[in-house]
């Protein structure tokens, strides 16, 4: 039996079956995550048609987005053997890339119209090791919102739940030049 997962905070989740047995959420688009639907959310297509579709390091790492919004983000990736370090366990360097796509997606819904976010900052914590076949779910809600910076909270968590890395990512906002530009 399949159930709809709808998240309420960073780590909270709340379950509820799935009315009709098919991906589908109140006619929303939606994404499976061990058992549980992610419902898509309508920000997703403010990024532009086939901005998430073009290629760049979320595609080169196999990153997947599930919901994306100014107050919440929510990505995810099954661990690969190109994820990992020489020692078998996933590279710290992929947990950073997951929380800065976090951040910077929904730093990006978040700005003010005219303005664009970059990363200017980033910290992580490794906090247990992961191996290959793991999937894991990134979820990022701003700390701060204000009118030249943004701070974000990430948190990697495993399938069962645990902490696995916590993030917090700066980004400048910055003016959007018109494309060609510099």
Not at 16 to 37: D, L, M, N
Not at 111 to 132: C, D, K, T, W
């Amino acid at each position: 039996r399949t159930e709809v997962l709808r998240f309420i905070f960073p780590g909270a989740f709340v379950k509820q079956p799935e009315t009709a047995g098919r991906a589908q959420v109140a006619g929303k688009k939606s994404y499976r995550f061990h058992g549980f639907i992610i419902a898509y959310n309508s920000a997703m297509s403010t990024l532009g048609d086939g901005l998430l579709e073009k290629p760049g390091l979320d595609k080169t790492l196999s990153f997947e987005y599930l919901e994306l919004g100014p107050e919440l983000v929510l990505m995810t990736f099954t661990v690969e053997k190109k994820h990992l370090q020489p020692f078998g366990y996933l590279h710290g360097g992929v947990n950073v890339s997951l929380a800065e796509s976090v951040a910077s997606i929904g730093a990006n819904l978040a700005a003010p119209e005219g303005l664009v976010a970059f990363g200017q900052e980033i910290n992580a914590n490794h906090l247990r090791p992961v191996s290959a076949g793991a999937r894991l779910l990134a979820s990022g809600r701003p700390l701060h919102l204000g009118r030249s910076t943004q701070v974000w909270r990430v948190e990697i968590r495993n399938d069962a739940g645990d902490l696995v890395c916590v993030s917090r990512c700066t980004l400048a906002l910055l003016d959007r030049k018109p494309a060609g530009h510099s």
